[in-house]
């Protein structure tokens, strides 16, 4: 197996992991239709329980007597 010659400087080190800042970003939100809050696209709604206007997952909310 190959194995470098001599030891690659922090600069030239950093410069290759650079290219990793571009990739980090915002995940994209959308707007739910039933409730309005933003979510992840294709997936249930954490606020509501709907998914494509369907309500498929019962959400209890909770409220401040219930923290109590």
């Known amino acids: ?4 010659k001599r030891r690659h400087s922090k600069a030239r080190r950093d410069k290759r992991k650079s ?3 571009g990739k ?3 995940p994209n939100l959308s ?3 039933q409730c309005g809050t933003l979510k ?4 249930i709604c954490p ?3 709907s998914y494509k206007g369907e309500i498929v997952l019962v959400v209890n909310k909770k409220t401040k007597k219930d923290k109590k």
Do not use: D, E
């Open 24 to 26: 980090l970003k915002a």
């Open 1 to 4: 197996m190959a194995n470098p």
């Open 40 to 43: 992840l696209p294709h997936r």
């Open 47 to 49: 606020n509501c329980g």
């Open 31 to 33: 707007k739910c239709p």
């Open 19 to 21: 290219a990793w800042l």
